[in-house]
């Protein structure tokens, strides 16, 4: 069985081809530039390099029909036909509270996506052009939904509400949904297998960090707080993103530099975060080029990003009453040694405590705590494509 995984952006297209009977990677790429100038797919066929295939793509039916001939193709394809294909998998990035599991997409389903275009402007309309476009391309394969927000649906009121006046939650469902869900399930998992228990018996703190970066509490393999809110912007302080601030600072910042509150908005989620306060760059790994060469400022800057994330890996062992193990992943938790170092620095009194030898991994499953510490701190590499992929298989199995 092939599950087509298919995580649309706005203006591009990641895919993975899986072959479920050993999750193997059988193709994967990407295409960019999707109704722009120099569209393009790179496209690399396992065991094969990477092929730059370019293409007038005009939008992202074009875009899933250059994938389906790059798959099917005799020079860089994988399956002799688009039979091959099982079932797609497709990465949806608001479910609402529609959505606490994955599930097969109908008319129905199609309606829901877009009653949460409201709640993600900028992410369900692709998912939903992706969605279509598979449908009109591949009739009759089964089409797959996986929010980002489903597995946080298990969150208790008194985290997910806003203390704000209540109709607007009963009014526009205004409240905490949280991000990353699809990633935090899969390194929930993972982590139970690898300390070889059940994670039903587990309390997890999971630092997704990466361009975007959310901290997750896992009670027994259920989220219950997470750090983003009712869109990616709250919580941490991210690439470009602010991450919490005073809400009366929007007003400030749209008084002061006569923007309207659209624009304050634009500056938050763009020019903001590590990006904004250390005026060098949105990449930790410039940060700490910058760093090592002295600049004080790059310097400030990791300092804030790690003690907002220690802040609230002490926040959620406060709200689970301790924590087995704190877990990081994503680019800059598979990474960076230096800011999971600087991170665990503030948790010695949950009992963590790093071995520097064993920190110094990248992209590895790695137990990096010293020998006496009480909290594991590890590092997980997420595979979001693969969680996809798994719920795709079991949902088409059962139909
Ligand atoms: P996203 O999926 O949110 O775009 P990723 O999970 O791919 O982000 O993470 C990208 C970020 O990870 C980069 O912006 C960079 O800051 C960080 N990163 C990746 N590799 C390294 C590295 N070797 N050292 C430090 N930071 C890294």
């Given at each position: 069985m092939n599950v087509l995984v298919i995580n649309c952006g706005s203006s591009s297209l990641k895919y993975q081809l899986i072959d479920m009977r050993d999750e193997r990677v059988i193709a994967k790429g990407l295409c960019e530039r999707i109704g722009i100038e120099g569209s393009r797919i790179k496209h690399t066929a396992a065991d094969k390099d990477a092929v730059i295939i370019n293409g007038y793509m005009p939008d992202h039916k074009a875009a899933i029909k250059f994938v389906i001939d790059a798959l099917v193709s005799p020079e860089t394809g994988v399956i002799k036909s688009v039979d091959e294909i099982t079932a797609v998998g497709h990465r949806v990035v608001h479910g609402g509270e529609n959505f606490s599991s994955s599930t097969i997409i109908d008319a129905t389903v199609m309606n829901a996506i877009r009653d949460c275009i409201d709640l993600a402007p900028l992410h369900n309309p692709a998912n939903i052009v992706g969605i279509e476009a598979c449908q009109a391309l591949m009739p009759g394969t089964p089409q797959v939904a996986v929010f980002d927000t489903a597995f946080h649906q298990t969150m208790p009121e008194k985290a997910y509400l806003?203390?704000?006046?209540y109709e607007y939650y009963r009014k526009y469902k205004l409240r905490k949904y949280g991000f990353h869900g699809t990633s935090h399930k899969y390194v929930s998992l993972r982590t139970a297998e690898f300390l070889g228990k059940k994670v039903e018996d587990l309390k997890l703190v999971i630092c997704h960090l990466g361009n975007g970066a959310s901290v997750c509490a896992i009670d027994g393999g259920k989220s219950i707080d997470t750090t983003m809110g009712l869109t990616p912007l709250e919580g941490l302080a991210m690439g470009t993103r602010s991450g919490d601030l005073d809400p009366a600072i929007v007003q400030f910042i749209a008084d002061k530099e006569h923007l309207t509150l659209k624009q304050v908005i634009e500056v938050l989620n763009k020019q903001s975060g590590v990006l904004g306060v250390s005026e060098i760059s949105s990449d930790f790994r410039d940060l700490e080029d910058a760093c090592d060469a002295g600049n004080e400022r790059a310097m400030v800057t990791m300092d804030l990003f790690a003690y907002r994330v220690a802040k609230y890996v002490g926040a959620y062992a406060a709200a689970m009453n301790g924590i087995d193990a704190v877990v990081f992943t994503a680019g800059l938790g598979e990474n960076s040694g230096v800011v999971r170092e600087d991170v665990c620095k503030y948790l010695n009194f949950l009992g963590v405590k790093v071995d520097k030898d064993k920190n110094k991994c990248r992209g590895i499953e790695q137990d990096f705590s010293a020998e006496w510490a009480h909290c594991k701190s590890l590092v997980i590499p997420t595979n979001e494509e693969l969680m996809i992929a798994r719920d795709t298989k079991d949902l088409v199995d059962n139909l």
């Amino acid at each position: 069985m092939n599950v087509l995984v298919i995580n649309c952006g706005s203006s591009s297209l990641k895919y993975q081809l899986i072959d479920m009977r050993d999750e193997r990677v059988i193709a994967k790429g990407l295409c960019e530039r999707i109704g722009i100038e120099g569209s393009r797919i790179k496209h690399t066929a396992a065991d094969k390099d990477a092929v730059i295939i370019n293409g007038y793509m005009p939008d992202h039916k074009a875009a899933i029909k250059f994938v389906i001939d790059a798959l099917v193709s005799p020079e860089t394809g994988v399956i002799k036909s688009v039979d091959e294909i099982t079932a797609v998998g497709h990465r949806v990035v608001h479910g609402g509270e529609n959505f606490s599991s994955s599930t097969i997409i109908d008319a129905t389903v199609m309606n829901a996506i877009r009653d949460c275009i409201d709640l993600a402007p900028l992410h369900n309309p692709a998912n939903i052009v992706g969605i279509e476009a598979c449908q009109a391309l591949m009739p009759g394969t089964p089409q797959v939904a996986v929010f980002d927000t489903a597995f946080h649906q298990t969150m208790p009121e008194k985290a997910y509400l806003y203390a704000v006046p209540y109709e607007y939650y009963r009014k526009y469902k205004l409240r905490k949904y949280g991000f990353h869900g699809t990633s935090h399930k899969y390194v929930s998992l993972r982590t139970a297998e690898f300390l070889g228990k059940k994670v039903e018996d587990l309390k997890l703190v999971i630092c997704h960090l990466g361009n975007g970066a959310s901290v997750c509490a896992i009670d027994g393999g259920k989220s219950i707080d997470t750090t983003m809110g009712l869109t990616p912007l709250e919580g941490l302080a991210m690439g470009t993103r602010s991450g919490d601030l005073d809400p009366a600072i929007v007003q400030f910042i749209a008084d002061k530099e006569h923007l309207t509150l659209k624009q304050v908005i634009e500056v938050l989620n763009k020019q903001s975060g590590v990006l904004g306060v250390s005026e060098i760059s949105s990449d930790f790994r410039d940060l700490e080029d910058a760093c090592d060469a002295g600049n004080e400022r790059a310097m400030v800057t990791m300092d804030l990003f790690a003690y907002r994330v220690a802040k609230y890996v002490g926040a959620y062992a406060a709200a689970m009453n301790g924590i087995d193990a704190v877990v990081f992943t994503a680019g800059l938790g598979e990474n960076s040694g230096v800011v999971r170092e600087d991170v665990c620095k503030y948790l010695n009194f949950l009992g963590v405590k790093v071995d520097k030898d064993k920190n110094k991994c990248r992209g590895i499953e790695q137990d990096f705590s010293a020998e006496w510490a009480h909290c594991k701190s590890l590092v997980i590499p997420t595979n979001e494509e693969l969680m996809i992929a798994r719920d795709t298989k079991d949902l088409v199995d059962n139909l």
